[in-house]
């Protein structure tokens, strides 16, 4: 070979290793580089003459230098290639892990003539293989550190995992527990034979009854939630929590008989503090002496003794205090409708469970009949008749050895009754009883007389007219003195509007959980995403990418903004995220959408619009409005598979009071609303599917075609509008949805757009205060590429630095609101105590009424909820910086 030759083959070579991405290097036998290649010398910021006047060893870590000169020296010896994970120190003194793969180069007589050498950068990869493997540690952790009991079942029914708290429930080694089937556990075959069938099915199980074999051969009462882990389609475990409420079991059986005996009792039983304050009344307290419960709770005991005995109840319970029971023979009391009544008392102490008196009870027998006249004994039940009738109550009597019935005046209005109408036997009765409650509405009165005698049950009735309304039903059974069964008696009450407001209370309780479950995704998830959008954005600027390349990173940002979607839709369920309204015209709205509907529901779906001319205005954020007929649009697409018609249409109705009331829906109020009614002419629901469409991640669609988060969606973005929205529909005959929306008194605004920001002037500061580096990375990267000088921050302590550093001149502080050390609004107070001028734009992967709500933030402060699109980080700061220029 010629020496031009040679010398072209080393240059092309040597051209070769300047191209390779990695490291490439060669050495002679002795040690000497001889090569480097170009993203060798980058990374060191050494040419080759430094790195041979240093040696190649000063890039190694000092925690490894001995090793790796160790496996140099025996591949010298040897003459073997080798290969290890090294850290090199990069030219400003960062380490980064890689993979170095060094061989020998021989002669043909097996004489090494130069070793050649390449490096790859793996410290990505070893940081994802750390992070991967802290994550699952510290599931474990959670799984074995939960205070409720966990467990895994196989397909099988075999136990796969459980935690400490599950072996300690129910007694059991770890070694006696898993492996067995979970059959073996259950008191109930039935049961899990049914919770098995159901998970498999894919359905989640919350709060399932059931009753587990301890070791000891007792038996606990637990509430399960479970689902299935499904891979693929294919069941491989079960995730189950085990609650037990055998404590909580007992003592509900025990208060519910103790209740019953009182309820029931013929005898006035009464509570009392020692000062005097009633603190229980039972029925037969009502029956004698006029007062409700709600009347007499909380009120003094002196209310119905007459005034010259007074004294005597003052010693009375002085003597209760020392620990005495009392008896009287008789004694006067008043009634609530003034009348002297006489009764027997007797008075007990009522003591803490360290013993302690802490009240008295006392049980009264009204004696009256034996002292008054036969008139003043049917006064009194007169008396008794009218309290009934203005508490919506009404009194019965069940003759056993006939059946026949017998109801007053009250049990006749409650059930609606026409003066025709006659209910004379307890078919009758059972007639009237909703079709869902009379098996277990016969079950309870059999009940009274295999147990204690008493009922006391809720159910639900059918009125004439079809109205469904809620009673409350107590009484009890009376025996001759053959112990034979004579009738059973009692009284009825109206519970309507407490079972409606019951219904209220639990809606708005799991509306309160799901949106602190939201908020704490969102914080979490917005952060990354910021992280995630932002330099998947970056990244899609360049013009040097492969197709190949492009198209991963275009799937990585879609996959980030849908996850950001999620958040969102999570945070409009929860009715935390941060709504713009503005007042606006209704029919305008579904207008403008009229195209992007009809390509929505496809060639064989029709759609028909017809709008009120005369509706009135109404006040939300145009998007989320837009979102809410959108995501009613698709569920009616989604039903209607073979075709089929969606009409939208708007109309003005008027709600009076009365109405209001009907509905159980808290914040509906009387008053004129604008209402936007979308119906389709799909396969329709049933009565269960309806009770949970609004719930997030409820579907009936297949796995995998939705998130369970659209009409979740639509209901939390019209809650937090001042709305309200129903749904009405039956299989086969299509849905109907109807939001309500408040009508606005003023006009529609007008819409302004605004142009984006102009870039940064040069001697404009910014300063950014975040604590995850990522994404305080991205934010500095945005605000530098238009041109702001960027100082950096991991807290509100090194802002304060920065700031004290930079002598006050920042023209503008971004500042995430929770951070270690000092979070954004202390460092905020402090900066102002200083620099009162420099303004502080607040951000958070938390909402900003949850960061109001948490008193992190005051409102009316400048804030951006993450994730952050450069271009609305640019544009506000651009605003602000203007902002305070004009003020100065």
């Not at 708005?508 to 959008?533: K, P, T, Y």
Request: charged share 25%; aromatic share 8%; glycine share 8%.
């Amino acid at each position: 070979m010629t020496e031009t030759a040679l010398r072209t083959g080393q240059e092309w070579y040597r051209a070769l290793g300047d191209a390779a991405p990695g490291f490439f290097w060669v050495t002679a036998p002795t040690g000497e580089i001889l090569y480097v290649n170009r993203t060798w010398r980058e990374y060191t910021g050494s040419s080759l003459e430094e790195i041979n006047a240093g040696g190649w060893a000063q890039f190694n870590h000092p925690d490894e230098a001995a090793a790796v000169r160790k496996r140099w020296d025996q591949a010298v010896e040897l003459k073997q290639p080798f290969e290890m994970e090294l850290r090199y120190r990069r030219h400003d003194g960062a380490y980064r892990w890689m993979l170095a793969r060094v061989s020998p180069y021989c002669d043909g007589r097996g004489r090494i003539q130069s070793w050649v050498g390449t490096s790859v950068d793996i410290d990505d990869l070893k940081k994802t293989e750390a992070a991967l493997r802290q994550q699952e540690q510290q599931l474990a952790d959670f799984f074995e550190s939960a205070t409720i009991g966990l467990h895994w079942v196989g397909p099988d029914g075999t136990i796969l995992r459980a935690n400490r708290a599950e072996l300690d429930l129910l007694g059991y080694r770890r070694e006696e527990y898993v492996g067995r089937n979970i059959i073996e556990f259950h008191e109930d075959r039935d049961t899990i034979n049914d919770i098995l069938g159901r998970l498999t099915a894919g359905e989640v199980l919350h709060d399932y009854p059931a009753r587990l074999r301890c070791k000891n051969g007792s038996l606990k009462h637990v509430l399960i939630d479970s689902s299935v882990y499904f891979d693929d389609g294919e069941f491989i475990h079960t995730r189950c929590f085990t609650r037990d409420v055998t404590a909580q079991r007992s003592a509900e059986e025990t208060r519910a008989r103790l209740a019953a005996i009182v309820a029931s009792s013929s005898e006035a039983i009464i509570g009392k503090t020692l000062d005097g304050v009633v603190t229980s009344w039972n029925t037969a307290a009502e029956r004698i002496f006029g007062y409700g419960s709600a009347e007499m709770v909380g009120r003094p005991i002196y209310h119905l003794i007459p005034p010259d005995l007074h004294h005597s109840e003052r010693v009375l319970l002085e003597r209760i205090g020392q620990g005495e029971a009392v008896e009287f023979s008789e004694t006067e009391r008043i009634r609530k409708d003034g009348a002297r009544i006489y009764v027997t008392v007797s008075v007990s102490p009522i003591r803490d469970a360290q013993g302690k008196v802490v009240g008295a009870s006392s049980i009264k027998r009204d004696v009256t009949e034996r002292r008054q006249a036969a008139e003043a004994l049917s006064k009194s039940q007169e008396r008794l008749k009218l309290a009934l009738k203005a508490a919506r109550m009404g009194t019965w009597q069940l003759d056993i050895p006939t059946n026949s019935l017998s109801w007053d005046e009250g049990m006749r209005q409650l059930y609606g009754l026409g003066p025709g109408a006659a209910v004379t036997h307890y078919d009758h009765f059972l007639q009237r009883v909703h079709q869902d409650d009379r098996v277990f509405v016969a079950a309870a009165v059999q009940q009274a007389f295999e147990g204690s005698g008493g009922v006391d049950y809720e159910f639900r009735i059918v009125l004439p007219d079809g109205r469904v309304r809620w009673l409350a039903d107590q009484g009890r059974a009376v025996r001759d003195q053959g112990g034979t069964w004579l009738y059973l008696t009692g009284v009825c009450l109206d519970i309507t509007e407490r079972r409606h407001m019951e219904e209220r209370l639990r809606q708005s309780q799991r509306m309160d959980s799901v949106g602190q479950l939201a908020g704490g995704i969102a914080h979490e998830a917005n952060n990354m995403m910021s992280v995630v959008l932002g330099c998947a954005d970056y990244v899609l600027q360049r013009d040097d990418l492969l197709p190949a390349v492009r198209e991963d990173v275009d799937q990585i940002w879609r996959a980030a903004k849908r996850t950001a979607g999620i958040t969102q839709q999570l945070l409009a369920f929860s009715r935390r995220q941060v709504l713009q309204p503005q007042i606006l015209d209704l029919n305008a709205t579904v207008r403008s959408l009229e195209p992007i509907l009809s390509r929505t529901l496809g060639e064989i779906r029709a759609l028909r619009i017809h709008l009120s001319p005369t509706l009135g205005p109404v006040r939300a954020d145009p998007g989320q409005l837009e979102q809410v007929l959108i995501n009613l649009a698709l569920n009616a697409r989604d039903s209607m598979p073979e075709g089929g018609r969606l009409t939208i249409e708007t109309t003005t109705v008027a709600l009076d009071q009365a109405y209001a009331a009907e509905k159980s829906v808290a914040t509906l109020k009387p008053g004129e609303y604008a209402v936007l009614v979308v119906s389709d002419t799909g396969h329709g629901m049933d009565r269960a599917t309806i009770g949970r469409i609004f719930e997030p991640f409820f579907t009936t669609k297949a796995v995998g075609q939705g998130t369970g988060l659209g009409l979740s969606t639509v209901y939390g973005i019209v809650k937090q509008s001042g709305g309200f929205i129903w749904v009405y529909s039956e299989p086969g005959l299509g849905t109907t949805f109807k939001v309500y929306l408040p009508v606005a008194t003023t006009s529609p605004d007008l819409l302004t757009i605004r142009a984006p920001a102009p870039s940064a002037r040069a001697d404009e500061t910014v300063l950014v205060a975040e604590d995850e580096e990522m994404v305080r990375g991205i934010m500095a990267r945005t605000l530098r590429e238009c041109g702001y000088v960027v100082l950096e921050a991991g807290n509100g302590r090194e802002a304060l630095a920065r700031a004290e550093a930079q002598g006050g001149c920042i023209s503008l502080v971004v500042a995430d609101v929770v951070m270690p050390d000092m979070g954004g609004r202390e460092m905020a107070v402090r900066l102002a105590e200083r620099w009162p001028e420099v303004p502080v734009l607040f951000t958070s992967g938390y909402t900003g009424l949850d960061v109001v709500r948490r008193g992190l933030l005051g409102e009316g402060q400048e804030f951006l909820q993450k994730p952050l699109a450069p271009e609305v980080l640019a544009n506000k700061v651009r605003e602000m910086v203007d902002a305070r220029e004009t003020r100065s």
